[in-house]
């Protein structure tokens, strides 16, 4: 671990340790926890355990692998590699695949005016809006219709398969969703346009000084044209206009690294994400 960034990786631990406790419960599988939801919405993850003693091992990460499998989980986990190196070696060990993904934080000094970045213009989510719930649900929905198509790379799926994608939310998913949004923990955004609608959306995550940008994602048809870039902007700067002094995130690949070095984010490590091999394409 480069000692100028101890105090940066400190901070995530408590940020990564803190974010699923108020919806989920917490069980130890020695160096591991494991965050189980409690009620509707999306599974969490395992990660190393704040004040083990000694690292993950591979007994432990069986059981938690286990206890995962009998509650219906996916078995994912997720560390930071310079806190806890490892764990790569024990996760690989048991089978796992691990995507190492990009750890980078924001430089405030670097970050852009979002225009600058694209000719598109990018919302901010509010939570008292009439069009809250539809707009959460396209924020979904263009998640969906990217994320199948990971990358960076033109193709073909647009606002069409967009609207295919929209599903109706679940109640106590958008109270939750407004109730964070409204309370500062989360910020929510899209980008598109009067006559193709959403075309990139994302959002971020809170807690304190610290935020997470996550699941920036764009249309294949949208793409090359800054959204994405522009989008992690408007998101970066409405979290520091809310007093957030450390912004990070992890980029899927070293492409998608490049469109976040244009916002001003610095890698600084690697974010593992551990799954069963075969659902790591």
């Keep these: 671990m480069d ?12 940020f990564y340790d803190a974010v699923p406790r108020d919806v989920a419960g917490v069980e130890e599988h020695g160096g591991l926890v494991l965050f189980v939801r409690e009620g509707d919405g999306w599974p969490f993850y395992a990660r190393p355990r704040i004040g083990a003693t000694e690292p993950p091992s591979l007994a432990d990460v069986t059981s938690v692998r286990e206890r995962q499998r009998k509650l219906g989980l996916p078995e994912a986990f997720e560390w930071v590699h310079e806190t806890t190196p490892e764990l790569l070696a024990v996760a690989r060990s048991a089978g796992l695949s691990v995507l190492e993904a990009p750890l980078m934080v924001l430089d405030p000094t670097a970050l852009p005016d979002p225009a600058t970045l694209s000719d598109v213009a990018v919302r901010v989510l509010a939570a008292d809006s009439p069009g809250f719930a539809a707009d959460v649900a396209a924020r979904r929905a263009v998640a969906a219709v990217s994320f199948a198509a990971a990358g960076t790379a033109l193709g073909e799926a647009g606002p069409a398969e967009r609207d295919a994608a929209v599903t109706d939310l679940e109640l106590a998913a958008l109270d939750e969703e407004r109730t964070r949004i409204a309370d500062g923990r989360r910020v929510s955004a899209l980008a598109g346009t009067s006559t193709e609608g959403a075309l990139a959306s994302g959002m971020a995550m809170r807690v304190g000084d610290v935020a997470e940008i996550a699941g920036v994602a764009t249309l294949p048809a949208a793409r090359r044209r800054g959204l994405g870039a522009a989008l992690t902007a408007a998101l970066a700067h409405e979290l520091r206009a809310a007093g957030t002094d450390l912004i990070f ?22 974010a593992c994400i551990a799954e069963p091999a075969a659902l790591i394409a």
Aim: proline share 3%.
């Design 249 to 270: 995130l992890s980029a899927g690949s070293e492409d998608i690294a490049r469109v976040y070095l244009r916002v001003g984010f610095r890698r600084i490590g690697t």
């Design 3 to 14: 000692p100028r960034h101890k105090d940066i990786f400190d901070r995530l631990e408590h």
